[in-house]
């Protein structure tokens, strides 16, 4: 499970984005999630972009964060399936992808040492590693930390380390689950920092985020959940200021939206 941490619809939903665009590095097809004789995740169809800034948004519970785990490969889904450029999702995929929690998953080594292990994890060299340590190093401005115990930053220094030792091992696509919450401004922007560089330099970000601000500074894509599915999909302005399902413009408002559609039987 340490190397997992490190590797680093309701009928007929409103959708703005292409139903089937090209090249997509990402697929869910059919997804769906049972536990406890409920069905968390319900018939998920979605295709993440390469080099696209995917957000995904909805109330708490809207499955969100379990959606990022099963895109992600960390849990397996009741039906339906995760297609990495067109094949199954395995472990040479997942190897290409990195997820940051929203609690940062440390070991109880050094910050340096968290950093070595991610990417010894990944087979490289010891000169490559070498190289992508002290870059690491450099753009998470954590170098006077370096051999400080990892568990004793403060949570936004906890933070950019996970984040800059994700895409040390240069994944195509980074999974973040709200990185920023409970952070003050200062972390925030040094995190978004982070992640709009890795989206300059070519990787997807698939990011979870409550935050209407964050989502407008960081998105190309949305994603709207509710209660499992998804119910709306569109560029992030058009869905923020003109959205057309009653879940999403309820949780705009602020509204409890509590009307659930009928479900087919698990």
Same mark, same amino acid.
């Given at each position: ?7 680093? /619809? ?23 999630? %049972? ?43 009741? =039906?339906?399936? *995760? ?6 999702? %395995? ?8 997820? *940051? ?8 080594? +050094? ?28 753009? +998470? ?8 115990? /990892?568990? *004793? ?8 380390? /996970? ?23 200062? +972390? ?7 992640? =709009?560089? =890795? ?41 923020? %200021?003109?959205?057309? +399902?009653?879940?999403?413009? =309820? ?16």
């Amino acid at each position: 499970m340490l190397e997992a941490a490190f590797d680093m /619809a309701a009928p007929a939903p409103a959708t703005g984005m292409d139903e089937r665009p090209p090249g997509a590095v990402l697929r869910a097809r059919g997804l769906c999630f %049972d536990a406890g004789g409920k069905r968390l995740i319900d018939n998920i169809d979605i295709d993440i972009r390469p080099g696209r800034r995917t957000l995904v948004m909805g109330a708490n519970g809207a499955g969100k964060s379990l959606l990022l785990r099963l895109l992600h490969g960390l849990i397996r889904p009741t =039906a339906g399936e *995760v297609l990495w450029q067109g094949r199954p999702l %395995d472990r040479e995929g997942r190897l290409r992808q990195a997820m *940051v929690f929203q609690r940062p998953v440390l070991l109880r080594r +050094s910050v340096l040492a968290n950093l070595r292990f991610a990417l010894a994890v990944r087979g490289l060299s010891r000169p490559e590693r070498r190289a992508r340590e002290a870059e690491a190093m450099e753009r +998470s401005q954590l170098g006077g930390l370096a051999n400080r115990p /990892a568990r *004793v930053l403060s949570g936004g220094e906890q933070q950019r380390l /996970a984040v800059v030792r994700a895409l040390a091992c240069a994944p195509r696509v980074l999974f973040l689950d709200e990185p920023t919450a409970s952070l003050d401004p200062g +972390s925030t922007h040094a995190i978004e920092q982070l992640v =709009a560089d =890795a989206h300059e330099s070519g990787v997807a970000i698939v990011l979870v985020t409550h935050d209407i601000g964050q989502a407008r500074r960081l998105g190309d894509d949305l994603i709207f959940l509710h209660e499992g599915r998804v119910v709306e999909t569109g560029p992030v302005s058009g869905v923020l %200021d003109a959205p057309r +399902s009653e879940a999403a413009r =309820a949780w705009l408002e602020g509204r409890l939206y509590l009307e659930s559609p009928p479900r087919p039987e698990a």
